[in-house]
């Protein structure tokens, strides 16, 4: 969660605050702790359904009423052979019963369902952590795939975990014996068998997931009762064996929410629902015109769903025919949409500078990953800013809006929409895989509180010649905004041709004439510069002398790196940037202010850079580009650094 | 077109969406003020001449119709053209024009590209707007070379070609635009020639009518950087071999006329292999000469007329609608989508979408 920053939250994502009480109602005389958060982290094979587990328990928590932040990492191959470390797929999710900002640096758990997940994610498991293995999976040949010569079980090795050897297999085949399934498919629920186990150790609600089981195996009703009664029994197996002697609460977040109606949301379905919404606040159709590539597609799937709301959606054949598309349907008056990655942005460039010298509105949302060139697919990264900024032949600007976090793609596609349509230009909504992927509770906004995005088509004749006659001017400005009438086909007397060649200030005539060509490039850059964007806000309760800046999905972790930072009695500012082109208005005297400036980027210095040419401002870079988010440790001790620098 | 085979009757449906004009039209009313700047002499005057000259016949109102262009000579043709228009960049144009015209119904959009734009950069473009059959009309400028760029080999110059680029000749295969367009699914495809008037406004008006993606390829005349390359087709005394008219439900006959008046070679089927081949009329006998069906469901006997023209002679070269089928339309299944979604779903509830099936409350 991000609104709201209480004074317990100050310290939160940093130390455990804990409290320990046991009773006895009856059926079980385990001791129940409360803890104040946790991060468990589930890591199987790719194929062992992880993702939906992380989903399962993240429904659970969300619906009990917690804050929670999620990271899915998963490897970029469908199936990548099974057993190996390539092929693991994890998935990490923080709750808690204050606001939190990221998914955790750390698991407390981590369920690891064979030798390769294990191997894959110790290193992030810090000593005197729980690991719950399943014990079935380590036999000779997994074990020998990933190097283990001995079973890090007996060795030794595991000595400073608390260690849970679970039979998920056997155990999971067995409470399914009576269902008539085969060996495999019955092994198959062993996530689910899992799943129990931990929403039984947390205390998580378990009527959402055997609804969901039902559904989704609406058609294989044998299937759905399979998977029930694994999670079922994965819970009674926690509540009897002795092994588990304890259980875990996390109260809800009562109290770091305001009041209204939550719901989990993902980066991606935010940001679809905010097309969604621009649609109807713009009352225009929307377009989407794509290709599918990771992590972006899950846009496309979402919004084809939505064609009761007027949505069309075209899968093109290319990158280049999707935003193609996309710019035709802006002609004709829709709210035109394109979403990709970053290759595909750069298949989409020249169509962009199209986008830039018509004049028309058009969304290309960039939810970038790890590159160049194919890069890392399922992996997170910032490098696509520069792209953005400047990644177009001649003088194009182009507006950069980033969201924050999961939820705040919502807003930021609305943001978005109505700078496209206000100034009839092509608009970066730059999102990533973090935010696409993670997941975080999103106060569910009421439809009348959301911004009127309504244009005015242009409906007649503009400008009057000299000799008393009214034409129409399709390069005519607004005096404010310096946008351009929208005149869609099917408008009597307005008929025009545009096109990529440079145009004359007014008349829109193909002109080649070099003081018109000085004035349109100049007049291109000071519409987008000129466009209102609100004022930085500053974090800064104690008059810092350090200013950490950061843009998009950086959010999270830096927000809890200061708080960290705060709560060991240091002063650090923080800013954080949604829009990226143009800059608000204030943010050369907010660098002005500072006497160190430092910007965590996802990417070799890309805003420091743009930083650096605008203000002269010295910013000190602190850059990752390992495809995983910042931790919230690490940044502290960066920001802890510069404060004392 | 005669109708004397059987076929699905094509026409006022393509259109039927397309407000249509409130007072008689003419010409004029299709000439922007745009001073236009071919090369003197060149051929897309003439195909300028054409549409403008068959627009009015169309009825439609003028604001209601879209020109789409690419890059290169040909693609200026929208700033000609008074009505909606858009010159964007290179190949581009069908996706463009897909996007327009699969979210409004109610515009008759109109592609103009060449065959540098569409059959090389554009290639893909062209291929997949043909298969999804977008409600488009698709005018392919083929005059063998890349005009704009000051004569370069094109994707349907002849192997050897000695251009500034090739001066030892060109490598490259060329692609015949007809049977590209056949083989990638083309609901209708046509060939016709720049200087012959009543020809172009024939088959520009079956491609108007024609719902779903129209390809005409339109042989024209670069008198700049390949001038004379349709010469063969356009010589009063050649064009006679060298050209096969087509007409449904006519018999294939071209060449100098014979007893009935008809063209003394025809095309026949070979027996032995299914493909066609030209034969004298007077030896096959005038029953064994194929009857032309545009409408046939099978593409197969338009592809093997497309290739009976020999791509460095042109000879034996048909012209005229080589495919007219009516199959499912692009932007009619898109918006039958929406509808259906209405239907089973109501209409969107944002309200509702937002707050899904998964909440809780935080109360104060």
């Known amino acids: ?645 | 077109m005669t109708e004397t085979i059987a076929g699905p009757a094509a026409g006022p449906q393509a259109l039927a969406l397309v407000p249509k004009a409130e007072a008689k039209q003419s010409m004029k009313d299709f000439k922007s003020d745009q001073e236009v700047r071919w090369c003197p002499g060149c051929g897309d005057y003439a195909v300028l001449a054409a549409v403008q000259g068959f627009m009015p016949d169309l009825g439609l109102a003028k604001e209601n119709i879209v020109f789409v262009s690419g890059i290169g000579c040909s693609s200026r043709f929208p700033y000609y053209m008074n009505t909606y228009g858009m010159h964007s960049i290179h190949g581009r144009a069908p996706s463009i024009a897909t996007g327009l015209a699969s979210s409004r119904r109610d515009l008759s959009v109109w592609v103009v590209t060449g065959d540098g734009d569409a059959l090389s950069i554009g290639g893909n473009h062209l291929i997949h707007a043909l298969r999804r059959n977008v409600n488009l009309k698709i005018l392919l400028f083929n005059n063998r070379i890349y005009g704009l760029t000051k004569g370069q080999y094109s994707p349907t110059s002849e192997v050897g070609k000695i251009t500034k680029s090739t001066p030892m000749g060109s490598l490259d295969a060329p692609f015949n635009p007809v049977s590209l367009a056949l083989g990638a699914e083309a609901s209708f495809v046509a060939r016709t020639v720049d200087s012959d008037r009543k020809h172009l406004t024939s088959v520009l008006r079956a491609a108007a009518d024609h719902p779903g993606t129209a390809l005409v390829e339109i042989y024209q005349n670069c008198n700049i950087f390949n001038d004379g390359a349709f010469e063969v087709l356009k010589d009063k005394d050649k064009a006679q071999e060298a050209v096969i008219r087509l007409e449904h439900g006519q018999p294939i006959r071209f060449g100098v006329p014979g007893e009935d008046g008809l063209g003394s070679q025809g095309v026949v089927r070979d027996p032995a292999t299914g493909d066609l081949k030209v034969v004298d009329v007077a030896e096959a006998g005038t029953d064994a000469i194929l009857v032309h069906d545009a409408h046939s469901p099978s593409p197969t006997t338009a592809f093997a007329l497309s290739r009976l023209a020999d791509p460095d002679t042109l000879h034996h070269t048909p012209i005229g609608v080589l495919r007219d089928v009516e199959r499912p339309v692009y932007d009619t299944l898109m918006a039958d989508q929406l509808d259906a979604a209405v239907e089973q779903q109501g209409k969107g509830d944002l309200g509702a979408l937002l707050t899904g099936n998964d909440t809780w409350t935080v109360v104060g």
């Not at chain 1, 079980?28 to 890591?43: G, N, Q």
């Not at chain 1, 875990?248 to 989990?264: D, I, K, L, M, W």
């Not at chain 1, 999707?322 to 008056?333: Q, S």
């Not at chain 1, 005539?509 to 850059?525: E, G, K, L």
């Open chain 1, 1 to 645: 969660m991000t609104s709201q920053v209480s004074s317990t939250a100050e310290q939160a994502d940093g130390a455990h605050v804990g409290e320990q009480r046991s009773f006895g109602d009856g059926g079980t005389d385990k001791e129940i702790r409360r803890l104040d958060r946790v991060i468990i982290r589930f890591a199987g094979d790719s194929g062992d359904g992880m993702q939906l587990t992380g989903d399962r328990f993240t429904s659970e928590t969300a619906s009990f009423g917690n804050d929670l932040s999620t990271l899915p990492n998963f490897p970029a191959e469908i199936r990548a052979p099974a057993g190996t470390l390539p092929g693991v797929s994890s998935f990490q999710l923080h709750f808690a019963d204050h606001d939190i900002l990221t998914p955790g640096d750390a698991p407390d758990v981590l369920v690891a369902m064979n030798p390769a997940a294990l191997k894959a994610n110790l290193a992030d498991v810090p000593h005197g952590a729980e690991i719950i293995v399943n014990t079935d999976e380590f036999t000779k040949r997994p074990m020998a795939k990933v190097g283990y010569a001995t079973s890090p079980l007996e060795d030794g090795s595991l000595e400073a975990y608390r260690v849970h050897p679970v039979p998920l297999t056997t155990l999971t085949i067995e409470a399914l014996k009576d269902f008539g399934l085969s060996r495999k498919e019955a092994e198959r629920s062993k996530n689910m068998f899992a799943l129990g186990l931990l929403s039984w150790m947390y205390h998580r609600p378990t009527e959402g997931t055997e609804k969901f089981l039902a559904a989704k195996f609406a058609k294989k009703p044998d299937i759905a009762k399979a998977n029930v009664a694994a999670f079922r029994a994965g819970w009674n197996f926690g509540e009897t064996t002795e092994d588990f002697a304890v259980s875990y609460e996390v109260a809800p977040a009562t109290t770091a929410f305001p009041t209204g109606t939550y719901r989990n949301i993902s980066g991606n379905l935010a940001l679809s629902y905010g097309l969604v919404a621009a649609g109807r606040q713009a009352d225009l159709p929307v377009y989407l015109g794509s290709y599918p590539i990771t992590p972006a597609s899950d846009i496309l799937h979402e919004l084809s769903k939505h064609k009761n709301f007027g949505v069309r959606t075209f899968q093109a054949e290319d990158e280049i025919a999707g935003i193609g598309a996309a710019l035709g349907a802006a002609f004709g008056g829709s709210l035109a949409v394109t979403t990709t990655s970053g290759p595909g942005v750069a298949l989409k460039s020249e169509t962009i500078g199209l986008a830039v010298s018509l004049e028309l509105p058009l969304l290309i949302v960039d939810i970038q990953r790890g590159g160049p060139s194919t890069g890392l697919p399922t992996k997170t990264e910032q490098a696509d800013l520069l792209q953005a900024m400047y990644g177009r032949n001649g003088e194009a600007p182009v507006p950069i809006v980033a969201p924050k976090t999961p939820a705040d793609c919502f807003d930021a596609a609305l943001d978005a929409a109505r700078i496209a349509l206000t100034y009839r230009t092509p608009v970066f909504l730059l999102s990533d895989g973090y935010l696409a992927n993670g997941s975080e509770p999103w106060r569910i906004p009421e439809v009348e509180e959301l911004p009127d995005l309504r244009v005015q088509f242009a409906t007649g004749p503009n400008h009057t010649l000299a000799d008393g006659t009214e034409v129409f001017w399709p390069y005519k400005r607004d005096e404010r905004t310096l946008a351009r009438p929208w005149a869609v086909p099917g408008t009597p007397g307005l008929e025009h041709r545009i096109g990529g060649i440079e145009k004359q200030d007014g008349t829109g005539n193909i002109s080649y004439d070099p003081a018109n060509h000085d004035f349109m490039v100049r007049t291109r850059q000071a519409k987008v510069a000129g466009i209102e964007v609100p004022d930085l806000e500053v974090d800064d309760p104690a008059d810092a002398d350090t200013l950490v800046l950061g843009w998009g999905s950086t959010y999270g972790p830096i927000t809890a790196a200061v708080r960290r930072v705060r709560g060991a009695g240091q002063r650090i500012a923080q800013a954080h940037l949604r829009h990226l082109n143009p800059f608000p208005k204030n943010l050369g005297e907010v660098l002005a202010r500072y006497d160190k400036v430092i910007v965590p980027e996802m990417n070799l210095g890309q805003l420091a850079t743009l930083l650096r040419a605008e203000f002269l401002v010295d910013a000190r870079s602190y850059n990752q580009v390992s495809g995983m988010p910042f931790k919230a440790q690490q940044l502290a001790e960066v920001f802890k650094e510069a404060i004392n620098d």
